[in-house]
């Protein structure tokens, strides 16, 4: 009996073990089943608040993307600047003395009134027909050092794809950027690329001679020059002209250099920017008001330094009386009071200026009266031994940016083509 007594014992013990083995473990189930709940919850929380913040960001980029120009950009901006090595050059001079051939080059200096369509022509007096391409200037140059970086490169424009305006200009090898561009030179109306038309237009307009090489130390100023042209000729074609433009057969540095910001535009509002540029300011450019009378928010005066270009004409006393003659201003009195500046722009250009008592600008002076014979509307004039001397500093109407204070802000202080754009086209940006 005592035995059996044991037996129910341990018998009963070991229901009660197991039973108490049973409950522990379905606790344990439940808690990993909560725990795993838990888990899911959180991170299906993070989900929520990841799609929130993207709803949000959407929300915040909206604005942005409704307001992106309608002309598509097709190069992203490489990483790496491209600085071919220029052929050995003296030791350089004071900025204001740099290139003279900048300040003689012809500059399209022509200016679309915003809403009234018409065309004020102000170009100096230069050589603007094709430049005719020796038989080593035929367009077989090619090099590598050029291709945007973290593009694909486009295979070299070849013969049987060129167009006609490549073999005027006798281009170079080059990447196409795929964006056409409709330009007039030397009288004919012509489609090319992109990389085609601003290749011939920086070489003449910033560089030098048909294929003169650039200088390193300016390359970033002649990166802005391609896109304020690009951005000019695009504002005229989106309005269904082709500008009157001037183009040198490019060296194949300035086409590496092109390549790199051929898609790129300056923008105002998101809209393309009428990019109007001259060769020097004098040390300050001045507002398009003062110029074509229509006030244009991103053309205003701007200090530009490095950028003084003094030159002085004179005129004999016969020669002014005819020069005043033919524009029906009849001189009296002493030759010395003949003209009298009344005040000036806010660029220091002649704003008014008093002829025999007449009243005129000084861009009437500049274009009319001397037919460009001086180079600027930024000029004193003094009478002394029967000899008029003007004394004018800079070259052009003096809106926009200038190609010497531009390659001055590259060389002296390091600027970016995107700030040398942004500082002379106020309140616009580069993309």
Not at 10 to 21: G, N, P, Q, R, Y
Not at 42 to 56: P, R, W
Not at 188 to 206: H, N, P, R
Request: proline residues 6%; glycine residues 8%; hydrophobic residues 35%.
């Amino acid at each position: 009996m005592k035995k059996l007594h044991v037996q129910l014992i341990c018998l009963l013990s070991a229901v009660l073990i197991f039973t108490l083995a049973f409950i522990y473990g379905l606790g344990k189930i439940n808690a990993l089943s909560e725990l795993s709940l838990s888990e899911d919850y959180v991170v299906l929380t993070e989900n929520e608040q990841e799609l929130e913040q993207i709803d949000y960001d959407i929300e915040l980029l909206r604005p942005l993307v409704a307001s992106e120009p309608l002309f598509e950009v097709s190069e992203e901006e490489p990483k790496e600047e491209v600085t071919p090595e220029p052929p050995a050059t003296p030791a350089p001079e004071q900025i204001a003395k740099i290139d003279a051939s900048v300040t003689v080059s012809a500059t399209p200096e022509i200016f679309v009134q915003e809403g009234a369509g018409t065309t004020i022509i102000d170009t100096p007096s230069v050589d603007t027909q094709p430049n005719t391409p020796t038989s080593s200037q035929g367009g077989t140059t090619t090099s590598s050092q050029g291709t945007s970086q973290g593009t694909a490169p486009s295979p070299p424009a070849s013969q049987s794809t060129r167009s006609a305006l490549d073999s005027v200009l006798g281009m170079p090898e080059y990447t196409p950027s795929g964006i056409t561009l409709s330009v007039t030179f030397g009288g004919t109306q012509y489609k090319a690329d992109a990389v085609t038309v601003l290749s011939g237009m920086v070489q003449c307009e910033i560089v030098g001679a048909a294929n003169e090489a650039p200088i390193s130390a300016y390359n970033e100023a002649y990166k802005a020059q391609a896109v304020a042209a690009h951005s000019y000729v695009k504002y005229s074609n989106l309005r269904s002209s082709a500008p009157s433009v001037s183009m040198k057969t490019p060296n194949a540095q300035t086409v590496r250099l092109v390549e790199q910001v051929a898609g790129k535009l300056v923008y105002y509002n998101g809209s393309v920017a009428q990019t109007v540029y001259h060769a020097s300011s004098g040390g300050h450019t001045q507002s398009a008001a003062y110029v074509w009378g229509s006030s244009v928010p991103y053309l205003v005066g701007v200090e530009s330094k490095y950028d003084n270009s003094l030159v002085t004409t004179t005129y004999t006393l016969a020669q002014m009386k005819s020069k005043l003659a033919s524009c029906g201003i009849t001189p009296s009195g002493d030759p010395s009071g003949w003209f009298s500046i009344v005040n000036y722009t806010d660029g220091y250009y002649v704003n008014a200026i008093n002829i025999c008592g007449v009243q005129k600008t000084g861009r009437y002076v500049r274009e009319t009266l001397l037919g460009y014979g001086i180079r600027s509307p930024k000029f004193s004039v003094t009478y002394s031994n029967e000899t008029f001397t003007f004394i004018t500093n800079g070259y052009g109407h003096g809106v926009g940016m200038s190609q010497i204070g531009a390659k001055g802000y590259a060389k002296n202080e390091g600027m970016s083509y995107v700030q040398i754009l942004q500082h002379y086209y106020k309140g616009c940006t580069v993309g």
